[in-house]
């Protein structure tokens, strides 16, 4: 009996052993300079993060080809996460795919091109200028990766206010993940990953040595940065396990539709600074932010079309959705013009509420304004010229 023990034994370690190497072959890493290099990973000065807490780089691809000589493309926002340290609650801030951020040497790109380019390094680098947020670790994963888990250590337990608590498998983790929206989709997969790592037991992967291995040939679709390597990713995964459910904020900013160009909204500052400092995000974005950056820029309405009153009901219209109107008057007629909403270059509030402006004006044109918009010799930051479309007869 003591030899069968020892030959059990023997073998169980063996097959651990064994499942333990093949994962650190196959669960290869990235080599990403940009993370052992301090100069280049901090980026802008002052980019910091909570010492004993982690913050990662995550993003979402299309499956890798490898005859392909550029990246996998980006499927969903790149997300900033960050667990541990100060934070009882992990906290996730998601960066939309056509944010355009600045990569060195190459002008404006969106997040989705640096993507495209394959690099890392790259990804890593402008993120940190664009956050001020120090960055620990990179992981990659690939579309199917999770459900294909789900798939080979499910089902896996999940609650929600519709259906209560239950067990999904992963066609349904699967459908659930390709519908919700990009802050319920990065709930769920916290959610997922909770209950994977509940369900990825030693003694549990022990007993099916080929449906561990499949895991493991699974998670090879997961790429990390070398201090990731192996079941380390693994590991990070479990740390959700017993944690609650993570603030998900989406980045508030608004793209200026002549431009292209986005204008980071003060709330994103704020969600910078506190994911430097590992403080909660929660209510720093949302309406009333909106309205107090619309409620701070002056704005004068001018009439442009001639037409009587036309200036005053615009200012009517505006007042009452919550933009401060300094005055109205007249600009210079000009029969079939269209109505132009000019703002002061270089000033991001200006911007800010001469795109959110626009939106309630229809067919306005966005002008970034040289020389600056006055009214009656006063500076102001965004300017109306009001044309004939926007009479309504009222």
């Known amino acids: 009996m003591v030899v069968l023990a020892v ?42 993060a909570p ?33 541990g340290g100060p934070r009882d609650v992990p906290a996730v801030l998601l960066l ?22 394959g690099d890392s390094s790259a990804m890593v680098g402008v993120v940190t200028d664009y956050t001020g947020v120090r960055i ?3 992981v990659s994963v690939e579309d199917d990766a999770l459900p294909t888990l789900v798939g080979h250590l499910g089902p896996v337990p999940v609650c929600d206010d519709a259906a209560g608590c239950h067990e999904i498998q992963a066609e349904e983790a699967r459908r659930q993940l390709t519908e919700a929206t990009p ?26 040595p080929l449906a561990t291995k499949r895991s493991i040939d699974t998670v ?10 192996g079941t380390q990713v693994l590991d990070l995964a479990r740390t959700l396990e017993h944690g609650p459910p993570p603030e998900v904020t989406t980045l508030p900013i608004l793209r200026n539709p002549q431009t292209g160009s986005s204008v980071l909204l003060e709330q994103a500052e704020t969600l910078f600074q506190r994911f430097a400092e590992g403080a909660p995000l929660d209510g720093v974005t949302g309406d009333e932010g909106l309205q107090e950056t619309i409620g701070e820029v002056p704005v004068a309405v001018l009439n442009a079309a001639g037409i009587d009153g036309l200036a005053g009901r615009v200012e009517a219209r505006l007042t009452a959705a919550g933009f401060r109107v300094v005055g109205t008057g007249n600009a210079v007629f000009e029969e ?26 229809p067919d306005a044109r966005l002008e970034s304004a040289d020389p600056l918009p006055d009214f009656e010799g006063e500076p102001v930051g965004v300017q109306v010229l009001a044309g004939a479309n926007l009479d309504d007869g009222a």
Do not use: K
């Open 7 to 48: 030959l059990v034994a023997a073998a169980i370690g063996l097959t651990a052993a064994s499942l333990y190497g093949y994962a650190w072959w196959q669960l290869g890493a990235d080599d990403i300079p940009v993370l052992l290099d301090d100069t280049r990973a901090l980026g802008v000065e002052g980019a910091t």
């Open 51 to 83: 010492a004993d807490a982690t913050t990662l780089l995550v993003t979402t691809t299309a499956e890798r080809d490898p005859t392909v000589p550029r990246g996998p493309e980006l499927v969903a926002p790149v997300w900033l996460v960050q667990v």
């Open 96 to 117: 939309p795919e056509d944010l355009p951020v600045h990569a060195d040497g190459d002008g404006a790109r969106t997040l989705a091109e640096v993507q495209l380019a």
């Open 136 to 138: 620990d670790h990179v």
């Open 183 to 208: 802050e319920a989709r990065a709930a769920r997969t916290a959610e997922l990953l909770r209950g994977l790592a509940a369900n990825a037991r030693p003694g549990e992967l022990l007993r099916s």
């Open 220 to 229: 090879a679709a997961v790429h990390t940065d070398v201090s990731l390597r």
């Open 336 to 361: 079939g013009a269209p109505t132009v909403v000019r703002y002061r270059a270089d000033d991001a509030a200006a911007e800010a509420t001469a795109i959110l402006l626009a939106e309630r004006l």
